[in-house]
């Protein structure tokens, strides 16, 4: 059995406050033009005897015929249905056709008058119909924007299902190349190493502790890219030359850890052992955009070498996607070997 929820209640409510508003109406009408009880109770009687039967009609096809055989394609039944109602509500009409001989009040009928009668009676099952269809119209209404609705949540779900899906997929992917160049460092450096790891534990607190929201502040980001860069900076020799430059306000929030993948992929592609290298890496804050620039040397990797396989590349452009629709520009191109990308972010529509 389907929970009554509260917004069923205030949509009753609703509907219940208008029908009474439409059979009060007369009423109030008669009794401030007249002052007279008595034809204010007249006019309410005449006003139930025309009106209740689109009243009922209202209702049942409403939350009835409407939900259990409109909307379920029993169209035969449907009809069948309400012609019934129509004619048990509309009884009057038919007593007095079937025994018009055996109702002594009733004058002699003329065809004149039963061509009336006749009229009458149809007027009455067009209205009646006539606000049948009201009523569907309005339920079918109800129902597209509660199934847009549900819709709608759905793809948020989905959306934010994928988003973790892909977010957790950062993690390991950040985790694994980076303990691949402290791996490196141990074979050199044991002391950096011993470092390196600590500076780790604090660049993966924040991934595991702090990127749980769904936004987070920029500065948050900066400190993390400002620690993970610091630990790439570990296993270059003194051909590689890295700047960076971060001037974002500290009152801004973005997807978390959204960049974290082009740095790493710099590192990886656009250093050299043996040849000159640089990494340039900017965050800039102009108006309401956030500017994200890299540009590196491109060393390519060859087919063997999966550390590139560009699993976090893929990952922020489809997180760009899900989050920042329509907000956001991707520019990338590859001159005299220097690898750039460029992330245009509009933060505020």
Same mark, same amino acid.
């Given at each position: 059995m389907k929970k009554i929820e509260r917004k069923d209640i205030w949509i009753l409510l609703v509907q219940v406050a208008v029908w009474a508003f439409i059979m009060l109406l007369p009423l109030l009408a008669t009794l401030v033009s007249t002052h007279d009880f008595q034809a204010t109770k007249t006019t309410f009687m005449a006003t139930w005897a025309i009106l209740h039967s689109p009243l009922a009609m209202y209702f049942v096809n409403f939350y009835i015929f409407g939900p259990y055989l409109f909307f379920r394609r029993k169209f035969l039944l449907f009809a069948v249905c309400n012609l019934l109602l129509t004619l048990a509500l509309n009884y009057q009409f038919l007593y007095v056709w079937i025994a018009r001989d055996r109702i002594p009040e009733?004058?002699?009928?003329?065809?004149?008058?039963?061509?009336?009668?006749?009229?009458?009676?149809?007027?009455?099952?067009?209205?009646?119909?006539?606000?049948?269809?009201?009523?569907?119209?309005?339920?079918?209404?109800?129902?597209?924007?509660?199934?847009?609705?549900?819709?709608?949540?759905? /793809?948020?779900?989905?959306? *934010?299902? #994928?988003?973790?899906?892909?977010? &957790?997929? =950062?993690?390991?992917?950040? !985790?694994?190349?980076?303990?691949?160049?402290?791996?490196?460092?141990?074979?050199?450096?044991?002391?950096?190493?011993?470092?390196?790891?600590?500076?780790?534990?604090?660049?993966?607190?924040?991934?595991?502790?702090?990127?749980?929201? /769904?936004?987070?502040?920029? *500065?948050? #980001?900066?400190?993390?890219?400002? &620690?993970? =860069?610091?630990?790439?900076? !570990?296993?270059?020799?003194?051909?590689?030359?890295?700047?960076?430059?971060?001037?974002?306000?500290?009152?801004?929030?973005?997807a978390p850890l959204l960049f974290i993948s082009l740095v790493e992929n710099a590192f990886k592609h656009g250093v050299s052992s043996n040849r000159p290298s640089k990494i340039d890496i900017r965050l800039l804050q102009n108006a309401n955009e956030l500017i994200f620039n890299c540009e590196n040397t491109n060393f390519p990797k060859d087919d063997t070498d999966r550390s590139g396989s560009g699993i976090g590349l893929e990952n922020t452009r489809r997180r760009l996607d899900l989050m920042y629709a329509g907000r956001y520009k991707w520019e990338q191109s590859i001159e005299d070997d220097i690898y750039h990308v460029r992330i245009t972010l509009r933060i505020k529509d």
């Open positions: 009733l004058p002699e009928m003329t065809p004149t008058m039963w061509i009336g009668f006749f009229i009458g009676f149809f007027m009455f099952l067009l209205i009646n119909c006539f606000v049948a269809a009201i009523a569907i119209g309005i339920r079918h209404f109800m129902r597209i924007r509660q199934i847009k609705q549900q819709l709608k949540d759905e /793809k948020a779900k989905n959306t *934010e299902a #994928e988003l973790a899906w892909l977010k &957790n997929q =950062i993690n390991p992917h950040f !985790l694994f190349n980076t303990l691949n160049n402290i791996s490196s460092l141990c074979q050199i450096d044991a002391d950096g190493a011993q470092d390196a790891i600590a500076q780790l534990s604090d660049l993966l607190r924040y991934a595991m502790y702090e990127t749980n929201k /769904k936004m987070v502040p920029i *500065e948050g #980001e900066v400190e993390f890219m400002r &620690n993970y =860069i610091s630990l790439m900076k !570990l296993r270059c020799n003194e051909k590689t030359k890295i700047t960076t430059t971060f001037d974002v306000k500290q009152n801004m929030e973005i």
